[in-house]
């Protein structure tokens, strides 16, 4: 998925349990299509994971202002994002 618009055109076929969205994407960025995704019946209890290259002091308050449930940096091995992913699944 490129771009926030796109996301929310693909929930009307399918509904994901996991969303993991990037802060800055053109268009709409992440903090906005948390806020579609949580005011949507279809996605409000889906899980919605920042992985983003801002610092988490920065993301953070406004991530959980947008209705994200975690955070991740990106930036270097995926490690930290598949552990987050597996606690959240079990």
Same mark, same amino acid.
């Given at each position: 998925? !490129?771009?926030?618009?796109?996301? $929310?055109?693909?929930?009307?076929?399918?509904? /994901?349990?996991i969303?993991?969205?990037?802060?800055?994407?053109?268009?709409?960025?992440?903090?906005? $299509?948390?806020? =579609?995704?949580?005011?949507?019946?279809?996605? @409000? =209890?889906?899980? !919605?994971?920042?992985?983003?290259?801002?610092?988490?002091?920065?993301?953070?308050?406004?991530?959980?202002?947008?209705?994200?449930?975690?955070?991740?940096?990106? @930036?270097?091995? /995926?490690?930290p994002? $598949?552990?987050? $992913?597996?606690?959240?699944?079990?």
């Amino acid at each position: 998925m !490129l771009d926030g618009a796109s996301a $929310l055109n693909m929930i009307a076929t399918w509904v /994901p349990d996991i969303a993991v969205l990037d802060i800055n994407m053109p268009q709409m960025d992440g903090y906005t $299509l948390a806020r =579609h995704l949580r005011q949507n019946t279809a996605t @409000g =209890h889906t899980v !919605l994971i920042a992985f983003t290259a801002l610092d988490e002091s920065v993301a953070r308050p406004a991530g959980v202002a947008s209705g994200f449930d975690a955070y991740c940096q990106k @930036g270097g091995a /995926p490690d930290p994002l $598949l552990r987050l $992913l597996e606690k959240i699944r079990q």
